[in-house]
């Protein structure tokens, strides 16, 4: 291989080690806050304000909008350093890398380690949200299937009085 050669593909190979830590710190960015996102959305202003928007015809919270925003960014950013990590990886077999095979090979499994890592960090907080919001909405439910069953209750009850009060009419 020709040194121009060589520098050309060195510099191929930072470019990627650059592009993959400039993904991973964003990612490491966006997931603290979709993190801090998550926690906060069982705050009970916002349990107020789902409440309100579920009896609206809004399409959900500002928060939910958010979140899915977010979502979908994190999985196109874990795509991205997917796509780079593979193209390091395509880099590391190509033939007159095998000077460098061993520090080239760390370096990527060190990226590759990163992107386990922030995958496996997205999809727990995902889950952890998913059930949060599964149980929050569980929770409404019963307490809106109470609210409706008191105040039906309550107008039964009205009938039923008024019904005895008729009833004690007739009988006098």
């Known amino acids: 291989m020709s ?20 993904l991973e710190n964003e990612l490491d960015l966006k997931l603290v806050s979709f993190s801090k996102l998550c926690t906060t959305y069982s705050d009970s202003s916002s349990r107020d304000q789902r409440a309100r ?7 959900g919270s500002s928060q939910d909008n958010m979140l899915v925003a977010m979502t979908t960014e994190l999985e196109q950013l874990l ?20 000077s460098q095979h061993a520090a080239l090979m760390h370096t990527l499994q060190r990226h590759r380690d990163i992107l386990q890592d922030y995958t ?18 569980l929770l ?33």
Do not use: C
């Open 3 to 22: 040194t121009t050669n060589m520098a050309a593909s060195s510099n191929y190979w930072e470019d990627l080690r650059k592009q993959a830590r400039q």
């Open 53 to 59: 928007d579920s009896r609206s015809d809004s399409g």
């Open 79 to 98: 795509a991205n350093l997917t796509a780079v990590n593979n193209k390091m990886a395509e880099y590391t077999n190509t033939p007159g890398t095998s």
């Open 120 to 137: 496996h960090e997205f999809h727990k907080t995902k889950s952890n949200f998913l059930s949060l919001r599964e149980r929050e909405d």
């Open 140 to 172: 409404g439910s019963v307490h809106r299937d109470i609210e409706s069953y008191k105040s039906s209750s309550g107008v039964n009850n009205r009938r039923t009085e008024l019904f005895l009060k008729e009833h004690e009419h007739l009988r006098k």
